[in-house]
């Protein structure tokens, strides 16, 4: 089995600058985050082609003009935003062999678990506002990537163009009176094309 390396799409710096992060949050507490946004939230939107086209462009310095575009304009803020939401529950807590403890300083006093989820579903906002960018870029210019519009029929994660989660699970109608869904990212896509962004089964 072949080694594969990492790839970062965007750097620590990135993130600070483009998040209210702080200097003082150690580069090894942020990079496993990143990481997690690239293979969770991107691979969602792009599949698994994607993110592997994506990793060896990245890696080989082989990214076309289009996908450099692309990463700068839609996956690095993505990235950024997503890795924030998904360390931010951590950067009060330590792992230790001992327990999982609070962490606090002289002039500072953590912040309460209500405060931590009210912010945290705020930065879910902004990231979830950046996933629909990008994918409602990529139904707007079919043609532009091959990976996206014909991926690999292996895929263990095919793209997917639901960019937000409410908290409730609504499937399609399956008959009179049942709920409409709305389908992302700005009309419908499956299984009701055409639909002028609600799905409905009549």
């Given at each position: 089995m072949s080694y594969t390396p990492i790839v970062y799409y965007?750097?620590?710096?990135?993130?600070?600058?483009?998040?209210?992060?702080?200097?003082?949050?150690?580069?090894?507490?942020?990079?496993?985050?990143?990481i997690q946004a690239q293979q969770t939230i991107v691979q969602?939107?792009?599949?698994?082609?994607?993110?592997?086209?994506?990793?060896?462009?990245?890696?080989?310095?082989?990214?076309?003009?289009?996908?450099?575009?692309?990463?700068?304009?839609?996956?690095?803020?993505?990235?950024?935003?997503?890795?924030?939401?998904?360390?931010?529950?951590?950067?009060?807590?330590?792992?230790?062999?001992?327990?999982?403890?609070?962490?606090?300083?002289?002039?500072?006093?953590?912040?309460?678990?209500?405060?931590?989820?009210?912010?945290?579903?705020?930065?879910?906002?902004?990231?979830?506002?950046?996933?629909?960018?990008?994918?409602?870029?990529?139904?707007?210019?079919?043609?532009?990537?091959?990976?996206?519009?014909?991926?690999?029929?292996?895929?263990?994660?095919?793209?997917?163009?639901?960019?937000?989660?409410?908290?409730?699970?609504?499937?399609?109608?399956?008959?009179?009176?049942?709920?409409?869904?709305?389908?992302?990212?700005?009309?419908?896509?499956?299984?009701?094309?055409?639909?002028?962004?609600?799905?409905?089964?009549?």
């Open positions: 965007i750097s620590t710096t990135y993130l600070r600058q483009n998040t209210p992060i702080e200097d003082n949050v150690d580069d090894d507490k942020i990079l496993p985050y990143i969602e939107g792009i599949g698994e082609t994607g993110l592997n086209a994506l990793n060896n462009g990245v890696q080989n310095n082989t990214l076309t003009p289009d996908e450099q575009t692309f990463m700068r304009n839609y996956v690095q803020p993505l990235v950024a935003q997503y890795a924030f939401y998904l360390m931010f529950p951590f950067l009060n807590y330590k792992s230790t062999n001992k327990a999982i403890s609070k962490e606090s300083s002289e002039y500072s006093q953590p912040a309460e678990l209500q405060e931590i989820k009210y912010l945290r579903s705020a930065i879910l906002d902004m990231a979830e506002f950046y996933k629909r960018r990008m994918v409602k870029w990529l139904v707007d210019h079919p043609g532009t990537f091959t990976w996206y519009d014909n991926p690999n029929a292996l895929d263990n994660m095919p793209k997917t163009s639901q960019s937000y989660f409410a908290g409730v699970y609504m499937p399609y109608g399956y008959g009179v009176g049942r709920y409409p869904v709305w389908t992302e990212p700005y009309g419908s896509t499956e299984p009701c094309s055409g639909c002028g962004g609600w799905s409905r089964s009549l």
